[in-house]
């Protein structure tokens, strides 16, 4: 274990002024620099972020009253159908994976680039299509049968946009998948001499797991799809009860790549968590190992536990009391995770700007998903919440509270790492505040209303309903008005925020320890590890290091 | 220490007090509303403890300006860790046994058993209430409804009483946009679920065109309709009263307003209703809803091959409803 700390570090200024050759259009680009695509992807999946909560928004709205008043029945079908794909696929998993992953991954490992970087920009490339073609299914009627498509509704409730919607998620799980080979092939191959795979940064063995997961279970979903196309244009019945199909089989298939996919969705920021807190705690993260392999146990778990979606779909009573003893095993890895995040911020010097605070709300609601998440699993109690309110809330907890909470403090994080510039403190603490309320107030009534009857995917509901889903929908407004502080915070700064300097944060993993944003290759010259990703503290404590972009660290010379 | 104690105290009785549930209708919401109160009592607990230790580390730990200092170096404690992973496999282990008994109680484990049990003939709806909504449904269902043989109807009885054994049983069929009971020792058909407080019943459930999910918050149980695959529930009616049917499972446009209702009688309310059903559809129900020309035709649109594109109007759909409920349920 080499340990130097970061003040005996080579001094920065070793490397040539960077990057002049990115420019705003590299962005527009068949650019193959892992750095350019990471970009590409973040910028891209916030603007369909945009548009699945614009949609939201409508979908709320239709619910601020009992009565159908906003938009048409088939209308608000199409609307909580797209939402849902945009949001997960066109947002998080490519978010976390793509944008993330592709960022991070080459430099926190000292590699040049990613394994395959034009496979990696085909991967990019196939997104906006993608989510171009989705939207333009509004045109002949957008898919309407829920984002699970759930056969044999979906066989025959508009064909051309279910089409569509079927074309969109193989073009995006293509996608997926040939970022999973190279994100798998990179961490594997490519970290540099010295890195052993159990000093590499936590978000590494995080974006392991997840892109296992996804090369397992992604192709389970794309059969089913296409099986499901066939049903629709060539009248064949694997699926469709008419002709003598199963529509239960098409359950399976689903749900052996969906349930993954909340783990997909997840796991990147589980990662990026375990990134943020040591760094603004000044702490070394708590449990190292049990971080590492209880991503991977997860990971493993992720695969068994598919049917629980299934409770009342008839599934078998045996197999119904496995699928519900394995997902409940999975609450012992993640409050692992959660136990040492908790004990990594303990007893630290916690930073409470806008990275940190987005990492403790991630922590704080995200738990409050993980509890409901375990409730659910208890089939006699699923009985009763599937399909409802309650799990709304529940995944939205996970999935918003968890995924997009840890998404921001990511942004934030290493916003000065991609752009060279510093966000704007006050105001991303008043998009903090304004998400952090604005998720509650919309997601936390849904718990009771599920509870007391309130089922999903609806666009009229009883009166008695009223009350709390009128608050549900004001929390909505708050939640779309909260985006706007970021959205001008992020422009504003890119373009004229404070210079960051290498290393604002005194972090000291590898991507740190280069420029900002890092020149074309990641390093000048061989990148050499002399540090612990996490061993903050390690001399007692490390005074004295200013601020100022000359003293920062910079190992890489 | 003292924090401790008053976590616990206050997740012992939101656990017992959160009242987020409705009222508890059939005997098997009793153990799964206690499962929920010990789920809800170790989770309140939990989300104190995390939230708790967030609000106090923030509070306590927070970097006083100028202090560039670094924490304490921690890697990890390997007795803390193995307790907080061996804590959560316990509660874990717990809950599942706990969930395993309470699916006990409430019939889960014995459903597929029961289901291969029940071939026997049942008496079927021909020639009684409902045949003229009967004969159309039986002809397009390609699944249990029609195949039983239609044995000599029970009307000759003057007085109603429940058959003696087992569970009684009632048969569903969930349809774009309405739910049609079936109780095959009468022939009667209703649109809303009629039954009998204190005693098990059977529900036969079957779907005609796409997914549907019978749920009766109240009741706490939920099973999907699913065609060509039939799926049954069983639960006993604990209070009497009118509780909602909901469907919930997306079934097209107007999946939120697939409601009914399933009202719980005594046995001898129960008995007279069906009495009361009897005789109505002996003295012409039958020619009534015949003639019942706009709900007739609309029933039939349903029911037509659902291969083809469902190009149903609105207001055709919404004529079904009401005069469906009326003709059977007065
Ligand atoms: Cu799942
Ligand atoms: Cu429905």
Same mark, same amino acid.
């Given at each position: 274990m080499t340990t130097q700390t970061p003040t005996q570090s080579t001094p920065a200024r070793s490397h040539p002024e960077p990057h002049q050759e990115t420019t705003w259009r590299t962005y527009f680009s068949f650019s193959t620099d892992h750095k350019v695509i990471g970009i590409q992807y973040l910028v891209t999946t916030f603007v369909f972020y945009l548009i699945g909560g614009a949609l939201a928004t409508a979908v709320r709205t239709e619910l601020a009253t009992p009565e159908v008043d906003f938009v048409s029945r088939e209308v608000y079908n199409g609307l909580f159908t797209v939402h849902a794909t945009v949001m997960i696929f066109l947002w998080i998993v490519p978010a976390g994976t793509g944008a993330f992953g592709n960022y991070l991954l080459p430099l926190m490992l000292g590699a040049r680039d990613m394994a395959f970087p034009k496979l990696n920009a085909v991967a990019f490339w196939m997104i906006p299509p993608a989510g171009v073609l989705l939207m333009l299914s509004f045109i002949w009627g957008a898919p309407a049968a829920g984002w699970t498509s759930y056969p044999p509704l979906s066989i025959v409730t508009n064909p051309v946009g279910e089409m569509i919607w079927i074309l969109s998620l193989l073009i995006l799980g293509t996608s997926s998948i040939l970022g999973a080979v190279n994100f798998l092939t990179t961490i594997l191959k490519m970290r540099m001499p010295g890195l052993g795979l159990n000093q590499m940064p936590l978000f590494c063995w995080a974006m392991l797991a997840a892109s296992a997961l996804i090369l397992l279970s992604t192709p389970v979903l794309a059969g089913a799809l296409i099986l499901l196309s066939f049903d629709i244009v060539a009248g064949t019945a694997f699926f469709n009860p008419t002709g003598g199909g199963d529509p239960v089989v098409y359950q399976h298939m689903f749900w052996f790549y969906s349930h993954p996919a909340v783990y997909i969705m997840i796991l990147p920021v589980f990662g990026m968590i375990s990134e943020i807190l040591p760094v603004h705690s000044r702490k070394p993260i708590f449990g190292y190992k049990a971080i590492a392999y209880s991503s991977l146990a997860i990971s493993f778990l992720g695969l068994v536990v598919w049917a629980h979606h299934m409770f009342t779909s008839g599934t078998p009573p045996w197999l119904r009391m496995f699928f519900m003893i394995a997902t409940m095993v999975i609450a012992v890895p993640t409050g692992i995770k959660v136990f040492s995040w908790l004990a990594t911020i303990w007893g630290g010097k916690l930073e409470l700007n806008s990275a940190m605070l987005f990492a403790l709300g991630f922590v704080s609601m995200f738990v409050i998903g993980g509890i409901s998440g375990v409730m659910v699993a208890a089939v006699p109690f699923d009985i009763h919440v599937h399909d409802t309110y309650f799990i709304v809330a529940h995944i939205h907890y996970v999935l918003f509270g968890g995924s997009v909470f840890g998404l921001y403090a990511g942004i934030y994080h290493w916003f000065p790492k991609m752009t060279g510039r510093m966000m704007n403190e006050f105001w991303g603490r008043v998009h903090f505040v304004l998400t952090f309320i604005g998720f509650n107030i919309t997601f936390m009534p849904m718990h009771k209303l599920g509870l007391e009857g309130m089922n999903r995917r609806i666009a009229e509901y009883d009166p008695k309903y009223a009350a709390l889903n009128l608050v549900c929908t004001v929390g909505t407004y708050i939640l779309a008005v909260s985006t706007f502080p970021f959205i001008f915070n992020a422009i504003w700064s890119w373009w004229k925020g404070p210079k960051a300097g290498d290393n604002p944060w005194r972090a000291l993993t590898l991507e740190w320890q280069t420029s900002s944003p890092p020149p074309v290759e990641n390093f000048v010259g061989e990148p050499v590890l002399v540090t612990e990703p996490y061993a903050y503290g390690l001399n007692g404590s490390t005074p004295g290091i200013s601020l100022e972009p000359e003293a920062t660290p910079s190992p890489a010379t | 220490m003292l924090a401790g104690i008053a976590l616990t105290l206050v997740s012992l009785w939101y656990g017992q007090n959160h009242g987020l549930m409705p009222l508890e209708g059939s005997e098997e919401s009793l153990p799964i509303d206690s499962l929920f109160n010990l789920m809800m009592t170790i989770g309140t607990g939990l989300f104190l403890l995390v939230q708790g230790v967030i609000v106090v580390a923030v509070l306590r730990f927070r970097r006083r300006q100028g202090d560039l200092a670094d924490g304490p170096y921690i890697e990890g404690n390997i007795p803390l860790e193995i307790l907080w992973t061996a804590i959560p496999a316990v509660i874990v282990m717990i809950l599942a046994v706990y969930s395993f008994e309470v699916y006990r109680q409430i019939g889960g484990l014995g459903a597929m058993d029961h289901a291969m049990a029940h071939a026997q003939p049942q008496p079927q709806m +021909?020639? =009684? +209430?409902?045949a003229a909504i009967a004969a159309p449904l039986a002809e397009a269902s390609p699944t249990s409804l029609a195949d039983a043989p239609s044995p000599?109807?029970? =009307?000759?009885?003057a007085t109603y009483q429940l058959p003696g054994d087992g569970p009684y049983e009632i048969q569903a069929l969930g349809l774009q946009y309405a739910w049609i009971f079936t109780y095959p020792d009468t022939g009667v058909v209703t649109g809303e679920l009629h039954v009998p407080v204190g005693r098990e019943v059977l529900l036969k459930i079957n779907a005609q065109d796409v997914l549907h999910a019978f749920w009766v918050p109240e009741y706490r149980l939920k099973q999907d309709a699913i065609p060509g695959r039939p799926t049954e529930i069983r639960f006993t009616p604990r209070t009497a009263g009118e509780y909602p049917v909901i469907c919930a499972e997306l079934c097209g446009p107007y999946h939120g307003a697939m409601k009914t209702r399933v009202i719980a009688h005594s046995p001898q309310e129960f008995a007279a209703w069906m009495q009361e059903q009897q005789v109505a559809s002996a003295s012409g129900l039958e020619q009534a809803i015949a003639t019942a020309d706009p709900a007739q035709r609309s029933v039939e649109q349903i029911l037509a091959p659902h291969i083809e594109s469902l190009g149903i109007s609105p207001e055709v759909l919404q004529q079904l409803h009401p005069p469906m409920v009326h003709a059977h349920a007065s």
């Open positions: - | +021909a020639r =009684l +209430a409902g000599e109807p029970v =009307l000759s009885d």
